[in-house]
């Protein structure tokens, strides 16, 4: 698997604006899908909006649509999640992720699916 490296962080008040960027470490690879996953303190890893590198398509937590757009540079093997106002609970850490196969729909919601993953970076949104 590879590493990958998400960037774009920070700290924010409620109704701020975050992009988050994702792309790997060292060589590129050929991945099916990437995404987004968020673990807030004391909570489980959850979804939070993934998108299929060759059609294009992109699928949404219930909680952040609307909200978040996630969309990639294919030129630079690199995925985006755009965060738009941010509300405190959406505070959390976020991980990048990808994987080299298939996935539709709910199935691309399953972290499991994900072998490679990223460190994480940390979204700090004050009220």
């Known amino acids: 698997q590879v590493q990958l490296v998400e960037s774009g962080g920070g700290s924010v008040q409620a109704g701020g604006s975050l992009r988050l960027s994702c792309a790997p470490s060292?060589?590129?690879?050929?991945?099916?899908?990437m995404a987004w996953f968020r673990q807030a303190p004391g909570k489980e890893r959850a979804f939070v909006a993934a998108i299929t590198w060759s059609g294009g398509s992109t699928y949404y937590a219930d909680s952040v649509k609307g909200q978040f757009t996630i969309s990639r540079d294919n030129a630079k093997n690199t995925v985006y999640l755009q965060m738009s106002s941010l509300k405190p609970e959406d505070t959390a850490v976020y991980y990048c992720a990808a994987t080299q196969y298939y996935c539709s729909g709910s199935g691309c919601y399953d972290p499991l699916w994900y072998g490679s993953w990223g460190q994480g970076t940390q979204v700090i949104v004050s009220s």
């Open positions: 060292g060589r590129s690879f050929k991945t099916y899908a």
